[in-house]
Each structure stands twice: as C-alpha cells, then as structure tokens.
C-alpha cells in the first residue's frame, strides 16, 4: 500500500484556508504498511505499540494513520543517551 496523505486526507473544498503570509506545511499521514516497513515490524508489534499508546494515532473507519511527525516524536522521546561510565 505505502499510501501517504498529505493535508489530513481532505478534499481540496475541506481543507481550510490559510493566510497567504504564513507558511504553514501540511502535515504527512503514514498508514500502516509505512510504518510497518520504516522500522522493519510486523502488524501485531505495530498493534501492541498502539494499545499501549506507543505510537500515537488517528482512525478513520476501519483506516488508521500514523503523523510522521508525531512518529519522529516518539523516536527522540525514546532515545536512549550513551553512558558516561567508563567500563571496565
């Protein structure tokens, strides 16, 4: 699948309007075989970081999407800094 939605999904009549001046970005929606296929796991390791609220996410019916921006979020709020021990 690898379907990537950019602007919530929304037809162009649904997206709002925003002022000329400001440049907002749009944000990017992954689905589940991206994220599935970026960090190399399967669909039940990906359903285990969503029931234990892991990942954050959005569905829509049946559809469930993934903002790439709340994933690199969720990576740096996960890095683990290198010990400064000296070992032995």
């Known amino acids: 699948m690898g379907s990537i939605l950019q602007g919530g999904g929304m037809l162009p009549s649904e997206q709002p309007q925003h002022n000329s001046s400001a440049t907002m970005q749009q944000p990017v929606w992954l689905d589940g075989q991206d994220i599935m296929q970026r960090f190399h796991i399967s669909a039940r390791t990906l359903q285990y970081w969503r029931t234990n609220h892991i990942i954050p996410h959005s569905k829509v019916g049946k559809k469930i ?3 790439e921006s709340d994933v690199n979020a969720m990576l ?3 890095r683990v800094q290198p010990s400064t021990k000296k070992r032995q």
Request: no cysteine; aromatic share 34%; glycine share 0%.
């Open 65 to 67: 999407y993934y903002k």
């Open 76 to 78: 740096e709020n996960r």
